[in-house]
Each structure stands twice: as C-alpha cells, then as structure tokens.
C-alpha cells in the first residue's frame, strides 16, 4: 500500500534556508573585514568602509548564487548537489567574499602606505608661501586656548596626528582655519566640507583645490554664506553655476553671470525676462562668445 508521506529527496533542501546559509556567511565575513580595518587602519577608513558593508553582503551573496546555480543547472549529475547544496553554496560565499575582503584589504594598506609617505606624515607640513611655527605637541595643542589652535591651523606645521586633531576642534573657528590651508590633504578637506558648520563648509567651498562634485553638493547648501563662497572660487564647475542660476537671489544671479567658467547652457538661463543685471551681462557674454 503506497505510503501518503513525501518521499524525501535529496534536493529538497528549501530555497529559502539556502539564501540564509549565504547571506550569513557574506555578513560574517564583512563583519570580520570592517574590524581587521578598524585594527590597522582606525576610525578613519574603518568608518568610511562601514557605509560600503552592504556591498559585501550583495556581491559575495549574486556572485556565490550564480556559480551555485549554474553548477546546479549543468553539473548535478557530476557533484550531485542534493543535501550538500547548502555546504557547496557555503563553501562558494566564502569563496566569493574572501576575494573581496583580499582586494579590499590591499587597497586599504595601499592608502596606509600612501599615508606614512606623505610629508604631513613624515614631519610635517606646511602651507606653501609661509614661515610655519615648529610642530607642536598634539596633548600642548589640545589643551591650548583657541586663538593658540586657530594660529596652528593657519600657519603651525602639521603632521597627520595634528591635522586630524585640529579637524574634530570643537571651535568651528579653528576647523574654518583648517579648510583654508593649501596644504590640506584632499581627503580632509572634503571632510570638512560637511561639517555641521557653515562658516566651515563655506571655508571648504572656498579653497581652490577642492573637488568639482563637492562644489556641485555644496551649491545646494541650505546656508546662503555657503553658495555664496561657491561661486566666489573660480574653480567652481558649470554643474554647479547651473544650480545656483535658479536662485532668486540677484547677488547669486550676478556671480553666476561673471563666473570664468560659466557655460553656454548655464547663462542662457540666466535669460529668463528679469531685465536685471545678470541677464544683462550673460547676453552680453553670449553675443562676445558667437563672434
């Protein structure tokens, strides 16, 4: 008499417990990248790598499923990926994110190596132009009264334990100070362009090394200082001048319509029937430049 229960085969491992077996195995393995970072490299790029962990859970978890899958559809026969498909699909996740916490790992040591070559590293740095004072002690600096530390963030050599102390200063003074220096490496002075701050962010905004696409986020500061300075640096890209042409603000107007690297499409807006002034000078530009 033929039994009414299932009959178990081997491949009736559920779909469901197979995601979980690898998604498990990509977090564990991401988890475990972000604290060996935290370990040699600190908060900085630990922090930073935490906004990127999800990219290790979908990446090892696509790329573990596609191989498992495309094992599965042509070589079953062969490896037989009934029972053991939840090991084999294990065992390809950790594959996968191993990969991805080793290529990950050599950039992060690359960026440390870059950073202990760097001059700020070595012994100190100082703007290009100026007699900097000797390096401080980073306790004497700290415990300095904010005139001493705004003066160190002006003209004081620095190294990279006193840029990134004077970065997290709680007078937003000294941080203003900070994003000024044209010795400022790249990576801080994007930083300091989110800072809580406007005097700060319009102090980044400012310097004339600082990215094209920080300068486009920051012409949509909430702060008027803040567009302002954005359009007050001569670098500032036409994405940005194309922001800040939509402005009601006729002194906003008037530096778009001025700025060296306002493009066509940017002073053709500012043709909009106003009659004021920045609509007086983008027709004039654009009459010069269609001679």
């Known amino acids: 008499m033929p039994s009414d229960r299932p009959s178990l085969r081997g491949d009736a491992w559920p779909l469901s417990a197979s995601l979980i077996v690898s998604l498990a195995v990509a977090a564990t393995i991401g988890l475990a990248d972000v604290v060996y970072v935290l370990s040699v490299a600190g908060g900085d790029i630990g922090g930073r790598l935490l906004a990127v962990l999800p990219i290790y859970f979908i990446a090892a978890f696509i790329a573990a499923q596609l191989v498992f899958w495309l094992l599965r559809a042509g070589l079953r026969p062969f490896f037989g990926l009934g029972r053991n498909a939840h090991a084999v699909l294990a065992g390809l996740t ?27 590293a070595q012994g100190g740095s100082c703007p290009p132009g100026l007699a900097c004072t000797p390096l401080p002690e980073a306790g004497a600096l700290r415990a300095a009264e904010p005139a001493v530390r705004r003066a160190a963030a002006e003209r004081g050599q620095l190294n990279a334990e006193l840029f990134a102390l004077l970065m997290h200063d709680a007078d937003a003074e000294v941080r203003a100070a900070l994003a000024r220096r044209a010795d400022l490496p790249p990576e801080l002075l994007e930083r300091l362009a989110g800072d809580r701050h406007p005097a700060v962010r319009a102090a980044a905004a400012a310097a004339p090394r600082q990215s094209d696409e920080m300068l486009t986020r920051l012409a949509f500061d909430r702060d008027e200082g803040v567009r302002l300075a954005v359009l007050r640096n001569r670098g500032a890209p036409p994405t940005a001048l ?3 042409a939509a402005s009601a603000s006729a002194e906003i107007r008037l530096l778009v319509a001025a700025h060296p690297r306002a493009s066509e499409p940017v002073l053709q807006r500012l043709r909009d029937g106003s009659g004021d002034a920045a609509e007086r000078i983008a027709q004039d530009r654009l009459r010069g430049g269609s001679r």
């Open 94 to 120: 950790f594959l996968a994110a191993g990969l991805l916490h080793y290529f990950e790992s050599a950039g992060v040591q690359r960026v440390l190596q870059e950073q202990a070559d760097s001059p700020a």
């Open 242 to 244: 194309d922001a800040l």
